[in-house]
């Protein structure tokens, strides 16, 4: 048992719809949230500046006493997780293995399709998972740069042209391909499933990168004896922008009224404090 909470972070918003599975499944365990808004998308930046910024962001959860940390982001997931976990004593899971695994089960035909930021298509990582998991399996990979900003503007719904013309430019390649399983490699990506399922249709698995690694987190702190015993958790949320922006977002990702909820804050200065032993973001 282990009544410390969980930190997650993204580079945005995505990063709740692993929040959200997580809340389904461990609905007694405290989650604190972390989203960089206002450094929002990561996935368009060179990996030494991801890492940085993945750096902060781990820093800023560690000021609060937690037992794992969630790299609720496909880029960070991608590029930065073995350092990040070689520099942290407790465990830090991504959104890449887990993802890979339900691909590589879902599959019927050998063609997986991937989506993903251009750091995260770049990395290989994926590619590298599935291929251990199922040797042979042709991975079609595509990436999406427009899709984070179109959706952190709420540009995500069906019937929208402008979304509904990018995922066609986009995924047109990967369904000429005849992949039958498309990762979503990144967690905005679910906001897009309507949209990109009707493209891709019934016939084409898509798999959730943040709900597969909330599965996973739940396995791993039920199998290490560290599941919190309380009737009911708490959720605390910060972000590095504008909260109105956040609440109003947050509350499609998560499919609840956040208003009032989030907390903006200076990241390097709540690191500073902390390392000064004033926490105002506990207030």
């Known amino acids: ?25 461990l609905p007694q365990e405290d989650i604190v949230y972390f989203g960089d808004t206002g450094r929002v998308p990561y996935g368009s930046r060179s990996k030494e500046t991801i890492l940085k910024y993945a750096r902060q962001d781990v820093a800023f959860l560690r000021t609060f006493d937690l037992k794992a940390i969630v790299i609720a982001c496909g880029t960070v997931s991608t590029t930065s997780l073995d350092v990040l976990s070689a520099e942290n004593p407790i465990p830090i899971l991504g959104v890449v293995e887990p993802a890979a695994a339900a691909a590589a089960r879902r599959t019927r035909s050998g063609r997986v399709g991937l989506i993903g930021t251009q750091a995260s298509i770049r990395s290989g990582a994926y590619e590298a998972c599935i291929a251990r998991e199922r040797p042979g399996t042709q991975v079609v990979s595509q990436a999406c740069p427009l899709f984070v900003p179109l959706v952190e503007n709420g540009r995500f719904h069906r019937g929208d042209v402008v979304i509904e013309t990018i995922v066609r430019e986009y995924l047109s390649p990967l369904k000429g391909a005849g992949v039958d399983t498309l990762v979503l490699g990144c967690t905005h990506y679910p906001l897009l499933e309507e949209v990109i399922g009707d493209f891709m249709g019934p016939e084409v698995a898509l798999i959730n990168v943040g709900a597969e690694c909330a599965r996973a987190v739940a396995r791993r702190l039920e ?59 506990a207030q």
């Open 1 to 25: 048992m282990d009544q410390k909470p969980i930190g997650v972070f993204d580079s945005g918003l995505g990063g709740l719809t692993a929040v959200r599975e997580l809340k389904r499944l």
């Open 223 to 281: 199998a290490d004896g560290a599941l919190a015993r309380r009737a009911a958790g708490t959720r605390r949320y910060f972000v590095s922008d504008r909260v109105e922006d956040f609440a109003r977002l947050a509350s499609i990702f998560l499919q609840e009224d956040v208003t009032g909820e989030a907390r903006q804050i200076e990241l390097e200065q709540e690191i500073l404090n902390h390392r000064l032993g004033i926490r105002n973001h």
